[in-house]
């Protein structure tokens, strides 16, 4: 019997290096996988769900394509939430984290296969991370003083980020979208007061922002089209009870002049209803729920606009946006909270009637109509547009910028290698590999672009070791090429997360030497 069994049958466990062979293998796998995603030239995924009703997405965001998969391997697991942190810390770079978490571990294993120990190993990366995010600092450039600069940089940073996504051949136009929403916001990173409607129809160049609010609905008949100085109640509670239901509901009465005696009644609550509203002296109405023919008419004739059954998102931000609250009883009118703002008014887009709130109350609000071929399209364009407008808002906070384009890569690596010389003993080993590390990632986007990845990276190299350089690849002409001229910017921040989370990750994979797995539950037979 022996030591063995501690474990229950069917447990199954994995010792040193075979265990470590099953994490790296794992993550490697995940990494190669959304490795031709990365860069302006990166391909697309298609994902089909196995679920009722195979839903496609085309995506090539690092984070939704890892979140759709079912992953067995616990090491790749580990990949997959980094990538879901980063695209909640910072937006973007969810692909650039994952595949240098991936290299970082190809370089380790060939360590660990040298037997060089795994904890060494993880200093040496530590110290490297550490002088590799040194390096990018020293060479940060922040013009959050000078506004004309500032905002170019903003525009060249969401040209940067939107040209790998389905938004490239129209860029210059959707960075200006994002570049406006966010500087609306003036400083805060509260993405909800952007709202994205998508209307399938015309180009993706159709798309356009609009200052105020869009809600998608239609405006109800023989009512205002159009109101000035708004005070809306914003509310969610039932309209829907001015006759009497037939079904589920039991009423017995002697004759049918009965029957009509309730449904007065019920009138008569329904109006009393109408009238509680009305006195909170509003002119506009927005219910959640279902409005009947009785009340609309009783609003119609007061000249209140009502609104019915809008969605719960665009509820939500309409007393977000307006500044009132949601209301579900109206007996005492002066604590409820009234949204305001200068305009209602019913507008077209493609062939859809929608009600715009303009002059709104939070000045920062504002809504982005998307346009677009189909809904896959407008999908992915709001992902693309999604990770922009985090990006932006990061950057208006933390206004540090660096260029792009594989340049960071070159400089981050030119100095950890530097550090590597100076570096007595084995970890001199983990830390040149590190930069091997970083190197991979410039030369994925050159390989993505189908470009020659060797010679570019060699010649980047021999520029970097000139001082001030802003050398990177330029995948359009397929050369290298001057980042500077070519308004090539990344956000620092988003950088910085990538460096700091793919270290972290590789060394919480190095740390594994045991991998054990449960035994699956049993079925009892039922009698």
């Not at 949601?326 to 009118?333: G, Y």
Request: aromatic residues 4%; contains cysteine.
């Amino acid at each position: 019997m022996g030591v063995d069994r501690i474990l229950k049958d069917e447990a199954s466990e994995e010792k040193g290096e075979r265990a470590r062979m099953a994490s790296f293998v794992g993550a490697m796998a995940i990494a190669d996988l959304v490795k031709t995603t990365l860069g302006p030239k990166g391909m697309d995924k298609i994902l089909q769900s196995t679920g009722r009703g195979r839903e496609v997405t085309v995506t090539n965001d690092g984070a939704t394509i890892l979140k759709s998969l079912h992953i067995d391997n616990p090491a790749a697991k580990v990949l997959v939430d980094i990538s879901k942190v980063q695209d909640d810390e910072v937006g973007d770079g969810t692909t650039s984290v994952v595949v240098l978490a991936g290299e970082l571990l190809r370089e380790a294993e060939k360590l660990v296969t040298a037997k060089v120990h795994p904890m060494t190993i993880i200093s040496g990366f530590r110290m490297a991370a550490e002088c590799a995010r040194n390096a990018l600092l020293q060479k940060v450039v922040d013009n959050k003083a000078d506004a004309e600069k500032f905002r170019s940089d903003l525009m060249n940073i969401a040209v940067t980020t939107l040209s790998s996504k389905i938004l490239y051949q129209d860029k210059e136009h959707f960075a200006n979208l994002a570049v406006d929403a966010v500087l609306r916001l003036k400083g805060s990173t509260n993405l909800e007061s952007i709202q994205i409607i998508k209307k399938p129809g015309g180009s993706l160049k159709d798309s356009f922002l609009d200052e105020g609010f869009i809600l998608d609905k239609k405006i109800g008949i023989g009512q205002p089209k159009c109101i000035e100085d708004a005070k809306i109640l914003v509310a969610n509670t039932a309209m829907d009870t001015d006759k009497v239901k037939i079904y589920g509901a039991r009423v017995r009465v002697d004759s049918m002049s009965r029957v009509a005696e309730i449904e007065e009644a019920e009138k008569e609550k329904m109006r009393e209803k109408v009238q509680k509203i009305i006195a909170h002296g509003i002119n506009c109405f927005v219910n959640r729920q279902l409005i009947y023919n009785f009340p609309e008419e009783l609003f119609a004739d007061a000249g209140i606009l009502a609104i019915e059954h809008a969605d719960f998102d665009g509820i939500e931000r309409l007393a977000l946006v307006t500044g009132g609250e949601i209301a579900s009883t109206f007996d005492n009118p002066e604590s409820v909270k009234l949204g305001h703002c200068k305009l209602i008014e019913e507008i077209m887009i493609g062939d859809d009637k929608l009600i715009h709130f303009s002059g709104v109350a939070m000045g920062q609000a504002c809504t982005i109509v998307l346009r677009g071929a189909s809904h896959h399209v407008l999908d992915e364009a709001e992902r693309s547009l999604h990770d922009a407008l985090c990006v932006l808002s990061q950057t208006v906070n933390d206004s540090r910028v660096l260029l792009g384009g594989g340049w960071p890569e070159m400089v981050m690596a030119r100095e950890v290698d530097e550090l590597a010389r100076k570096t007595p003993g084995k970890k001199s080993l983990a830390i040149e590999a590190f930069s091997r590390a970083l190197l991979a990632i410039p030369t994925i986007i050159a390989d993505n672009a189908g470009l020659d990845s060797a010679e570019l990276i060699s010649q980047l190299r021999a520029e970097h070791h000139k001082e001030g350089c802003n050398a990177g690849i330029d995948v359009i002409s397929g050369s290298v090429g001057d980042m500077a001229e070519l308004g090539i910017s990344e956000s620092f921040k988003v950088k910085q997360a990538v460096l700091l989370s793919a270290t972290e990750a590789a060394e919480m994979i190095l740390r594994v030497d045991q991998i054990i797995t449960c035994a699956p539950r049993k079925r009892e037979d039922r009698m």
